[in-house]
């Protein structure tokens, strides 16, 4: 099994940074793509960044060139670089994982709990 925790949320004022962090754990064999959502009031949750074991990134288009997503394979942890954030990207930021919780099985999805991002002055 796979547990994801999330940090780093928190209040700040328009064109400021945060960085949030989520650290798997657990007993697992392989984490694979490892991704940001996130979701505000009344709205669907959506991918803001993805990021493949091999590194390789994708962004939703909102984001592009504002935020960063990196991982540390060696400590399990996915990371998201935000900057120069906006109102509208206030939202709860969930991480997910893809992951192979044994050497022989099929990949599973697993979710953190959330972190609360508010962007205001």
């Known amino acids: 099994q796979v547990q994801l925790v999330e940090s780093g949320g928190g209040l700040v004022q328009p064109g400021g940074s945060l960085r949030l962090s989520c650290a798997a754990s657990?007993?697992?064999?392989?984490?694979?793509?490892m991704a940001w959502y996130r979701q505000a009031p009344g709205k669907e949750r959506e991918v803001v960044a993805i990021i493949t074991s091999g590194g390789s990134t994708n962004y939703l288009d909102s984001v592009k060139g504002r935020f960063a997503i990196s991982r540390d394979n060696a400590k399990n942890t996915v990371y998201l670089q935000m900057n120069s954030l906006k109102p509208e990207d206030t939202a709860v930021y969930y991480c997910?994982?893809?992951?192979?919780?044994?050497?022989?099985?099929?990949?599973?999805?697993?979710w953190g709990q959330g972190t609360q991002v508010t962007v205001s002055s």
């Open positions: 657990g007993t697992f064999f392989r984490l694979n793509t």
């Open positions: 997910h994982a893809q992951a192979q919780p044994g050497r022989w099985t099929y990949e599973s999805d697993y």
